[in-house]
């Protein structure tokens, strides 16, 4: 039997990922609500704003709010990157719900659970603005591109 520790795999996400802010609009939806959605339509669902300080790239976005939404739901979005004019509607499947453990919450900010989706639907233009917006906040966080 090897004593050897073990390896920890190297970062494994094929995008960067950065830290900031972010216009986050979702509502609860079902896979059969996206194409109407990308397409303009209606929800009902009430719409939530989640604490818009969050970890993002142009594939996922892992935000903190309450838990209104459990793994596997597909959450309907609207995003846009504060400061740029225009909105992108897409669509997202939660990967994970979890507590905020209590030394790491926000006394000035209502949410316990951290919420983290994987954006499965969302316009080439959105997501290139996604990404663009991405490199920036990444760079004037000091990390490369």
Do not use: K
Request: hydrophobic share 40%.
């Amino acid at each position: 039997m090897s004593m050897e520790p073990a390896r920890i795999p190297l970062e494994m996400r094929v995008e960067p990922r950065a830290y900031g802010t972010l216009d986050l609009l979702y509502r609860a939806g079902a896979e059969g609500d996206v194409p109407g959605w990308l397409a303009g339509a209606t929800h009902a669902a009430p719409a939530r704003r989640p604490d818009p300080t969050m970890n993002f790239s142009a594939v996922g976005i892992a935000f903190d709010d309450v838990p209104a939404c459990a793994d596997g739901d597909v959450l309907l979005l609207e995003l846009g990157m504060p400061g740029e004019a225009g909105t992108w509607r897409g669509a997202a499947r939660v990967v994970r719900v979890s507590p905020i453990p209590i030394d790491e919450r926000d006394e000035h900010v209502s949410a316990t659970h951290r919420v983290a989706v994987h954006v499965t639907a969302l316009s080439a233009e959105g997501e290139e603005a996604l990404r663009a917006y991405t490199v920036r906040v990444r760079q004037a966080n000091g990390r490369e591109g």
